[in-house]
């Protein structure tokens, strides 16, 4: 038996001792469906020969038409979900790209690669709101102080430079400040806002903080 027909039988066994719960042929391809499963369930397999070159996006159809009649994500959908976004991101179908890596980041949200990836389209397509939007969400999932401020100031900046929101970018400075008092970037960013909306009152008390904050850095410490 030569090497061919030995993989052929070889892969002929293993689909069949591991029936998928759904399977797609397509163009000379088999694609199973797990819905959860793991091992060779999962897969895309040649059957043979297709009658078109299966280009990225050809797949991304697929697996975008079969996620489609999917109601709940597990793992392997959500995978498949941050696949097809990648293909149609590279593509330059942004609005697809978005929606696909959407689900996948609502699947598992506490992924920076899949919040970077939905961060970096919006940032492409200039959606400043969206933007604030998302930070907002993540910082439900970010408990470090230095994570928490990371989001924050970007939050703040949106609102302040794209979006034109003076008050709100007050509002997230002070939770920024909220988080570390010492934090210079905000403390800096208040000064000038409270100074550009005239209010003074919260100005005048920002500055006494300060003051007060740079009195104590001047106190020797007892040992």
């Excluded at 052929?8 to 399977?23: D, M, Q, R, T």
């Excluded at 598992?108 to 200039?126: H, K």
């Excluded at 400043?128 to 703040?156: M, N, Q, W």
């Amino acid at each position: 038996m030569n090497m061919d027909r030995l993989s052929a039988s070889v892969e002929e066994a293993c689909l069949n001792a591991w029936p998928a719960l759904k399977e797609i042929f397509y163009d000379g391809w088999l694609i199973r469906l797990a819905e959860g499963h793991t091992r060779r369930t999962n897969s895309v397999n040649v059957i043979g020969p297709g009658r078109y070159d299966l280009a990225e996006k050809r797949l991304a159809e697929i697996y975008a038409t079969e996620l489609e009649r999917v109601n709940g994500d597990d793992p392997t959908t959500a995978n498949l979900s941050a696949r097809t976004g990648e293909i149609f991101a590279s593509q330059g179908d942004h609005d697809r790209a978005l929606a696909f890596y959407r689900r996948a980041l609502a699947f598992e949200p506490e992924s920076d690669a899949l919040f970077q990836a939905v961060d970096a389209l919006l940032q492409r397509t200039g959606r400043h709101e969206e933007r604030v939007s998302l930070y907002k969400s993540g910082l439900d999932h970010k408990y470090e102080p230095s994570d928490r401020l990371r989001f924050l100031h970007t939050i703040a900046g949106l609102e302040r430079r794209e979006l034109s929101r003076p008050d709100a970018a007050i509002d997230t400075y002070r939770q920024a400040i909220d988080v570390d008092e010492n934090d210079a970037s905000a403390l800096d960013a208040l000064t000038e806002l409270y100074g550009q909306r005239e209010r003074y009152a919260d100005l005048s008390e920002l500055l006494l903080r300060r003051a007060e904050q740079e009195r104590a850095a001047l106190r020797p410490h007892v040992v």
